[in-house]
């Protein structure tokens, strides 16, 4: 252990001895007050094709004076941008013209929805209820690739960005001497909004790679997400915005496929499948929607990237299914990362209680009604109905979930949900429970320029059982200033809290955590833009409700303490350092090798110390190959474990790239173990022949699973929201030292048409 605190000692002292030598004012930020674009209305009609070579685009320059936010935050931008807007009675226009010093772009392929990272790109971020809490954005890049994506939560952390949101809006763009220049067209339709608007907020930020600069119309200091809500300028309307038109949009579906099951014994041959459903967009008001979803398949969403876990709980995997993405923070930001009282994939999946495994719970149909009411009210309600499991006997389930959310203050926010899971048809019995609820109340906390921040909830589960605790509540405050950051927070996590439909992979503990991090900005930026330090502590007690005799009430299970040193180099490569030490008290048998026999485990009732170091490096994202890499070394509860992970991708602009993502553990816990090396590789290639025509092949080989996954799948945009897929999936049960099988194979045929 002394070895490792001394290691730790050298890595960290010399950074905080060059702390002492910079003095770090607080930013004086320009205020955003005054900060004003004019939206001019036209009849004229304007060519979406990137040419800025219409009439109105000569009225003014609209949003000019960029800043920079990187390299640094307090000058203005070496390469400017002049943003002009016009609207009419169905679309919004945006035109950008974005200075440049040559006309070599780097784009690293003609997929949509592409990173903003490392590429030449502008966005554009629309607070269409002035609520400082939910935006739309749109983004385009000079091939005329778009993105578009919801910023939800006031855009703080990189969790509130949502890019699988997709919808239908227009965008070109082209290349000139010394500047590239794009043109949108959005719909109203596709926008939420108050009808009578006279003004919204904006913002918009850039990545020049020529310069390597990031530069945003409203100056933001570095130690905000650019992204964040609280720095944004207005555009003022030349009048009140109308409601929209009719806005209802059909999207049906049809879908054909083959696979096989060849673990099922008791099928012989491959099944032929047909299915036939569809979506609803319906917009009741100009800022709520009507979502109707009928026999939905989700067959065409990339099936989810394997991590490995040799912790002992649950990972969270990220929900990519459209039809749960509007709105979605409005009912799924409840809780942390820890405690969440609804997740949407529950719905769609159940647990086999004889196998233990996650099978499909076929989705019948389901409704959603969400958006504004007014400038400051929002509402969620969800329905959904899944189907019997005849095969398996598992009954069928109904989802309800009602959420309310009202502003208060500048940008904090108070909010209410109900979650009811309901077995219906026959009563469900045996393993499974008749019903499982959730009520909960949050108080979101919010200052302007997130001086203050913070969440305040408590939740509480009404199922059957006589369980203690049946309830969840939590502090979280935090507070920022430019150099340094303060947080507290503690959770309480009854035995009783079972959120079914929530993500609660741990119950019956009390956590306190507090953590501070410092900001240095060095006056010399040739090699080190910035860095931060961060200290991180936590304490874990187990309640002692569940019965277990291993600990004394509130006796301690887990302390982690963990310190980081992170940096920013001047050419947009990162790195960083961390040391972690960790006490564990075992409360279950685990192996966290997940490969041992059966009767081989770290027993309940041991306690461990163990402390790790690991590097980070992750290569500049503008070149070609790029490079991330992250070994670690140290003890590990009974033995040692060493290992590494990360990336290695090679673009060819602007085809596409080649990667392969990668996960080496060794472990050697001593004996009764067998030393154990667990891989996860996954290679990928993805390739863009056009901005409508996309393929993407990759395998997974996960060792903890013994599974090799192979997935292919073709994308063709024949219109606007409009697709037909091709998707290829392969399972083998591979163990090196054993035979080489297939366990099931499939090939889908699906068509979605935006009416």
Not at 148 to 155: F, P, R, V
Not at 195 to 200: I, L, M
Not at 268 to 279: E, M, P, R, V
Request: with cysteine.
């Amino acid at each position: 252990m002394k070895k490792y605190l001394s290691l730790a000692f050298l890595l960290f002292v010399p950074l905080l001895i060059l702390a002492q030598t910079e003095v770090v004012p607080e930013l004086d930020l320009i205020s955003d007050e005054g900060h004003t674009v004019f939206v001019h209305r036209t009849n004229e009609e304007i060519l979406i094709d990137g040419e800025i070579d219409e009439q109105i685009w000569r009225k003014g320059r609209g949003a000019v004076h960029f800043w920079q936010y990187f390299p640094s935050d307090t000058m203005q931008a070496r390469h400017q941008t002049e943003i002009s807007m016009a609207f009419d009675d169905q679309y919004i226009y945006v035109a950008t013209k974005c200075y440049t010093s040559d006309n070599h772009f780097i784009i690293p392929s003609l997929r949509r929805d592409y990173n903003f990272s490392g590429s030449d790109n502008i966005s554009i971020l629309f607070d269409t209820y002035n609520d400082e809490t939910n935006a739309f954005l749109f983004g385009i890049n000079p091939y005329g690739v778009r993105r578009e994506a919801l910023i939800s939560n006031g855009g703080r952390q990189r969790e509130d960005f949502a890019e699988s949101w997709d919808n239908k809006w227009f965008g070109a763009a082209k290349i000139f001497d010394g500047y590239w220049s794009a043109e949108f067209a959005i719909p109203f339709r596709t926008l939420r909004y108050k009808e009578g608007s006279s003004q919204w907020r904006f913002n918009s930020y850039r990545y020049d790679t020529q310069v390597n600069e990031i530069s945003t119309w409203t100056q933001i200091g570095q130690n905000q997400i650019i992204m964040d809500l609280g720095h944004m300028g207005t555009m003022t309307w030349e009048e009140p915005l109308a409601k929209p038109g009719t806005n209802v949009a059909v999207i049906p579906y049809l879908t054909a496929g083959i696979n096989r099951d060849f673990e099922d014994v008791t099928q012989g041959k491959s099944q032929w499948t047909t299915g036939i459903g569809g979506d609803a967009k319906i917009g009741i008001t100009s800022g709520l929607n009507l979502d109707l979803t009928v026999n939905p398949d989700f067959s065409q969403v990339e099936v989810d990237q394997q991590v490995t876990n040799l912790d002992r709980f649950e990972i969270f995997l990220p929900e990519k299914r459209q039809f749960f993405l509007e709105n979605a923070d409005l009912f799924g930001s409840f809780g942390g990362t820890r405690t969440n009282p609804f997740f949407s994939r529950r719905i769609g999946v159940t647990i086999d209680t004889a196998t233990g495994q996650n099978i499909q719970n076929s989705i019948l149909y389901g409704a959603r009604l969400s958006g504004k009411l007014n400038d400051n009210f929002r509402l969620g309600l969800l329905n959904m109905q899944t189907a019997r499991q005849e095969k398996n006997g598992l009954p069928a389930f109904n989802y309800t979930v009602a959420a309310l959310q009202q502003n208060v203050f500048s940008r904090s926010n108070i909010s209410m949900i109900m979650v009811n899971k309901q077995a219906t048809g026959s009563p469900a019995g045996g393993e499974y429970s008749d019903y499982n609820r959730v009520l909960g109340f949050e108080y979101r906390l919010a200052t302007p320029s997130n001086r203050w921040t913070g969440k305040f909830y408590h939740h509480q589960v009404f199922s059957p059982g006589d369980a203690e605790h049946k309830f969840n509540n939590s502090v979280q405050l935090e507070y920022l200033r430019r150099d340094y950051r303060l947080e507290w927070a503690h959770l309480f996590v009854g035995e009783g809290y079972d959120a079914e439909v929530g993500f609660v992979p741990r119950r019956d503990y009390l956590l306190i955590s507090p953590e501070f991090q410092l900001f240095f900005y060095p006056n010399n930026k040739r090699l080190i833009n910035r860095h931060s330090l961060n200290v991180d502590f936590r304490n874990i007690y187990k309640v002692g409700k569940d019965g277990s005799r291993l600990l004394p009430r509130y006796g301690l299970s887990d302390r982690q303490l963990e310190i980081m040193w992170e940096l920013d180099f001047a050419d947009n490569s990162r790195g960083s350092a961390m040391f972690s030490y960790d006490y564990i008290f075992l409360l279950d048998d685990f192996d966290p090798t997940r490969s041992q026999d059966e009767d081989i485990a770290l027993q309940a009732g041991t306690d461990y110390k163990f402390a790790n170091l690991s590097l980070s490096y992750s290569s500049d994202q503008r070149k070609k190959l790029i490079i991330e890499i992250t070994p670690n070394y140290g003890s590990f509860y009974s033995g040692k474990r060493y290992g590494v992970e990360g990336s290695l991708t090679y673009r060819y602009q602007p085809l596409g790239f080649v990667s392969m993502d990668y996960a080496i553990n060794h472990l050697r816990l001593g004996d009764p173990f067998e030393p154990s090396t667990v891989w996860l590789i996954g290679p990928r290639i993805d390739l863009t022949f056009s901005k409508s025509l996309f393929l993407t092949a990759f395998v997974q080989y996960n060792s903890q699973f013994d599974n090799l996954n192979i997935n292919t799948r073709f994308q063709w945009r024949f219109r606007p929201v409009s697709d037909f897929f091709l998707v290829y999936t392969d399972n083998y049960l591979f163990d090196p030292f054993s035979q080489f099988s297939v366990r099931n194979r499939g090939l889908v045929a699906k068509l979605t048409y935006w009416l």
